[in-house]
């Protein structure tokens, strides 16, 4: 018999010790193995008596089996780590629409960007109207429309753009078709092309108004809200969601259902300055709140203490708390993941902090298609413009 088939009786003795613990194989088999690999060679084999040797099997069975425990809860947490959270990798462009870089005549900063399944749309600090396909940009196409605030694209792909004038839509054709009358600021669009906008009260600085369009052109309804009127933003779900800051006179969060306009209080049952408002799928909404009033707000222009906090359709939830710039872009993707448009980037949150995921100098802004694909536009050295977006 080999001297590893050999089990001598100081080996025996501790598997047999009263005070083993069976809860650590993993200490007695070391010690069972140190035993063996340091005990000389014996003559003779021990004889087991009948009862030692089923205790003997019974000890090393349940260290058998507390080590195989052992080892899968090890390879478990293992692989339980690899499914965590990871900072994203960069996007790639995909080519279901990759739009060309747009060259300006001149320095010109970009505002706004609007998508739709097939095109973009950017709106400059001039009011200037560009339009992108994949065959290029045309544009400036503002000769018939001034004091453009907002822009959005409808279902159908016709362009949506809130003015000093009312809401206005680009037809086809090229021409401009009135929506309203009244001036508009905050501007959204939901899945069955009603159009919502902020526009000026009767008896509120910032009212919300919706237009549906008829027959007999576009019918508006106005929306007494108690709150917001700034910002605005479609819920997949059919709710609308309003907000703004103190200084606007619409400050607060309200939502509109089929049952009426509600504020909501998201902090401590008071209203907030709502500085940024988006939606995404479910009915889900995204919004950036900070303490009402001007005290919040830094000379050098951030915002401190705020909060972004997130709606599921049952109840609020705060991701994190941060100081920020004032001029902000949120957007939600088709699974619910956020994003947000900053002067160095494009930054997406995951487990309470932000991780970049393109690194930019000048970013514009976010938008999210129908499809629910994300797109950012940003500003290089040369004046000309890029549009793309995030891998799906």
């Excluded at 900063?109 to 992108?132: F, K, N």
Aim: glycine share 10%.
């Amino acid at each position: 018999m080999t001297r590893q088939a050999v089990l001598t009786e100081d080996v025996l003795r501790l598997a047999l010790a009263p005070d083993v613990d069976r809860r650590a194989p993993a200490q007695l088999v070391a010690a069972i193995a140190e035993e063996v690999r340091r005990t000389p060679q014996r003559s003779g084999v021990l004889a087991w008596r009948p009862s030692m040797q089923r205790e003997a099997r019974t000890r090393l069975t349940w260290a058998l089996v507390a080590g195989g425990a052992i080892v899968a809860l090890v390879v478990g947490a293992l692989l339980a780590g690899s499914g965590r959270p990871q900072p994203p990798t960069l996007p790639s462009t995909l080519p279901a629409m990759v739009l060309p870089p747009l060259t300006v005549d001149r320095a010109s900063e970009a505002r706004q960007l609007a998508v739709g399944l097939d095109d973009a749309w950017i709106l400059d600090v001039d009011e200037r109207l560009w339009h992108g396909t994949s065959d290029g940009w045309t544009g400036p196409l503002t000769a018939d429309v001034s004091g453009i605030t907002n822009i959005a694209v409808l279902p159908d792909g016709r362009l949506v753009v809130s003015t000093d004038h009312g809401p206005r839509v680009r037809e086809f054709s090229g021409e401009w078709t009135d929506v309203g009358r009244r001036m508009s600021l905050g501007l959204a669009v939901d899945s069955d092309g009603m159009i919502w906008t902020s526009e000026s009260g009767d008896t509120v600085a910032w009212a919300l108004a919706g237009y549906r369009e008829t027959s007999q052109g576009w019918h508006r309804t106005p929306v007494d809200c108690p709150a917001g009127g700034l910002l605005v933003a479609a819920a997949t779900d059919g709710s609308v969601w309003t907000g703004g800051i103190g200084y606007s006179g619409a400050a607060g969060l309200a939502r509109l259902d089929g049952t009426g306009c509600e504020e909501v209080f998201v902090l401590d049952r008071l209203s907030h300055d709502v500085l940024a408002l988006a939606a995404g799928p479910n009915g889900t909404v995204v919004a950036q709140m900070a303490a009402l009033g001007v005290g919040n707000y830094y000379q050098e222009g951030d915002w401190t203490d705020v909060r972004t906090v997130f709606w599921d359709g049952s109840g609020w939830e705060t991701l994190v708390t941060e100081t920020i710039t004032i001029r902000e872009s949120l957007s939600l993707g088709r699974l619910g993941e956020l994003y947000a448009a900053r002067e160095n980037g494009v930054w997406r949150l995951l487990a309470g902090r932000w991780h970049r995921v393109v690194a930019e100098n000048t970013m514009v802004d976010l938008a999210t298609a129908p499809d629910g694909t994300v797109w950012y536009a940003t500003w290089f050295a040369d004046r000309s413009l890029a549009v793309k977006h995030l891998a799906r």
